[in-house]
């Protein structure tokens, strides 16, 4: 029996331990656990049935997270101890490959914009030789790839020249046609003796069949003394791993020096669309009229859209990007609003608009064609318990907004 006594002791602690974890989980789940649901105005209840609100609440000066579907509201804290250490914070719309492709998504990051998926594959880009290693000559980009039917997984590596050592290169977006693999990412560079400090917009061009870099495009660059006084600004969706983007849309600003108690003045303001296909950027000109808006540009497919809120409700101004002109703007009237001061949450996706604003008794949510401009669903996103029982500093808002499939 002495000879088990290490085993059983260990056996005993993790017992103890994991029982712990959940008394502890089901304790703070108990104390702070809101419950909502999504009840329909009007309109098709299809619309919802693959719809997932990532929402907050603060109770008790903290935020807690919920995820709001057709089916209720439930607290992603409160899955198992093994979910909790194999992904702890994944993103909703990970959460299939982890479950579907266990053996691929070992090791990865679990970041929407490193990841490209269409009907028969799952594509994942990362940089090894970011954060900061040793100075080098080159940066090592690796591409993985899962043949989704077969289920067989194939990767390879490509180095590539850089002229600096960088600390950090983001990956922001990935766009895979034509036979090739372009990754947009913001390249971090810190300042030293030698070098001025910099951030750069890149897209890489890999040639997928040949496995090699094909071009290296900087789209966008700011210095070390430009970096505090101006911004690098991408309007692309980062969320997702569906949407492949035939253009990129980002703009450049530089500000005057910041005064005590004022915002920053404009010096100047350029917005860019890459062409993916072409490998090829434009300057692209708003209307001065919609210029105070520009920081709320949306890009979806082949159009801009740059929202205007007012009192009443949302106006949502279309460009064509191939067409090369403007379309009549999409018009949305609030039902009610609780605090115009609020911004709504919007988003673009499969050919619609989802919009969420609050209203004095929850959250409205409006769903739009985006081809006829026809509402096609209206509900509202409301606590479904006793509200006596809950603490006045309660407030859902809306983090994202996912259309699973």
Not at 20 to 28: C, F, G, H, L, R
Not at 117 to 138: M, P, Q
Not at 246 to 263: A, P
Request: charged content about 25%; overall charge negative.
């Amino acid at each position: 029996m002495k000879k088990y006594w290490k085993t059983i002791s260990i056996s005993f602690f993790i017992v103890v331990f994991i029982s712990s974890y959940y008394i502890q989980k089901t304790a703070m789940a108990s104390k702070n656990d809101r419950t909502y649901k999504i009840e329909t105005i009007s309109g098709n209840k299809e619309e919802i049935e693959n719809l997932i609100l990532q929402t907050s609440y603060q109770s008790n000066n903290l935020y807690h997270m919920l995820y709001i579907s057709k089916d209720g509201s439930t607290n992603p804290n409160n899955q198992s101890f093994f979910r909790d250490l194999m992904a702890p914070n994944e993103p909703m719309n990970l959460r299939k490959y982890i479950e579907e492709h266990r053996n691929f998504m070992r090791g990865k990051e679990f970041d929407p914009r490193k990841y490209f998926e269409d009907k028969s594959r799952l594509i994942y880009t990362t940089f090894l030789d970011e954060g900061g290693k040793e100075a080098s000559n080159v940066v090592t980009l690796q591409i993985d790839t899962l043949d989704k039917n077969t289920n067989d997984s194939s990767s390879f590596k490509i180095d590539i020249p850089v002229k600096a050592s960088y600390d950090w290169i983001n990956v922001n977006d990935v766009y895979v046609g034509n036979g090739k693999i372009n990754i947009l990412t913001t390249n971090y560079l810190s300042a030293n003796y030698l070098i001025e400090g910099r951030e750069e917009l890149h897209v890489y061009s890999i040639d997928e069949n040949k496995k090699e870099l094909v071009k290296d495009a900087i789209l966008a660059e700011l210095v070390s003394e430009e970096r505090g006084t101006s911004s690098i600004r991408i309007f692309n969706e980062y969320n997702t791993t569906t949407q492949n983007e035939n253009y990129y849309l980002y703009m450049v600003e530089k500000y005057s020096d910041r005064k005590e108690d004022t915002e920053p003045e404009v010096i100047s303001s350029q917005i860019y669309l890459y062409n993916n296909a072409k490998n090829e950027a434009v300057e692209w000109t708003m209307p001065e009229e919609l210029k105070p808006y520009r920081k709320s540009m949306l890009i979806h497919k082949e159009t801009i859209y740059i929202p205007v809120y007012s009192a009443n409700g949302l106006t949502l101004n279309r460009y064509h990007i191939e067409k090369k002109q403007w379309e009549d703007p999409l018009t949305l009237q609030y039902s009610s609003i609780a605090n115009e001061n609020d911004a709504p949450y919007l988003r673009i996706a499969e050919g619609k608009f989802y919009l969420v604003y609050r209203v004095s008794d929850g959250q409205w949510l409006s769903i739009v064609d985006l081809c006829t401009g026809g509402l096609i669903y209206e509900g509202k996103i409301i606590i479904s318990v006793d509200k006596k029982n809950q603490e006045a500093d309660s407030s859902l808002t809306i983090e994202q907004l996912y259309t699973m499939h």
